[in-house]
T-cell receptor, first 116, second 116 residues
Framework: GDSVTQMEGPVTLSEEAFLTINCTYT??????LFWYVQYPGEGLQLLLK?????DKGSNKGFEATYRKETTSFHLEKGSVQVSDSAVYFC???????????????FGQGTILTVHP | DAGVIQSPRHEVTEMGQEVTLRCKPI?????LFWYRQTMMRGLELLIY????????DSGMPEDRFSAKMPNASFSTLKIQPSEPRDSAVYFC??????????????FGEGSRLTVL
């Protein structure tokens, strides 16, 4: 079945450091890929997405590129801020003809803490 | 448009009592999901519906848990009888099959359940 594997956390960085959170997936066909973020006390919200190979999703300074050859969707940010402290989830869903069906499969989440 | 609305936000109850969590999805969304989140087990999918019909309930822990979706704008998750190990944050989420945001899952703010 489909699965998503994220790098183990927690991740602790200083402000302005470079961030990478690794995500690899196993799926049949070509899924849509997502990064969700969960701030303390809130529900998950979409951070960025990519729907086909080589697409790059970006938002709030975060980026991730859909790499079919390595089945990866690593999240990066060049300079993190204290306000980026949150839990980050990689996810996928089945995609057919540009339309998504069924459930999202989530990774286990990575806790990011950024210190001033 | 209003987001996914969950109630109650917080519930404290005693072991053995019945608990009912409620969810109103975003209008026009045809999928509804119930998740549970704990520190130990992370984010778990309990059940999801498509067009008000339960599609996959394999994540429901046991017979004490039940979920219904009587119409497109309302769903409940019931625990009877409740146990301390049911203490968690329960999230409801919805999405629609097609359109520009296909695949994107919209989460409510969660219901934090504490069973004493």
């Amino acid at each position: 079945g489909d699965s998503v594997t994220q790098m183990e956390g927690p991740v602790t960085l200083s402000e302005e450091a470079f961030l990478t959170i690794n995500c690899t997936y196993t799926a049949t066909g070509y899924p849509s890929l997502f990064w969700y973020v969960q701030y303390p006390g809130e529900g998950l919200q979409l951070l960025l997405k990519a729907t086909k190979a080589d697409d790059k999703g970006s938002n709030k300074g975060f980026e991730a590129t859909y790499r079919k050859e390595t089945t990866s969707f690593h999240l990066e940010k060049g300079s993190v801020q204290v306000s980026d402290s949150a839990v980050y989830f990689c996810a996928l869903t089945w995609n057919a003809g540009g339309t998504s069906y069924g459930k999202l499969t989530f990774g286990q989440g990575t806790i990011l803490t950024v210190h001033p | 448009d209003a987001g996914v609305i969950q109630s109650p936000r917080h519930e404290v109850t005693e072991m053995g009592q019945e608990v009912t969590l409620r969810c109103k999805p975003i209008s026009g969304h045809d999928y509804l999901f119930w998740y549970r989140q704990t520190m130990m087990r992370g984010l778990e999918l309990l059940i999801y519906f498509n067009n008000n019909v339960p599609i996959d309930d394999s994540g429901m822990p046991e017979d004490r848990f039940s979920a219904k979706m009587p119409n497109a704008s309302f769903s409940t998750l019931k625990i009877q009888p409740s146990e301390p190990r049911d203490s968690a944050v329960y999230f409801c989420a919805s999405r629609r099959t097609g359109g520009p945001n296909t695949g994107e899952l919209f989460f409510g703010e969660g219901s934090r359940l504490t069973v004493l």
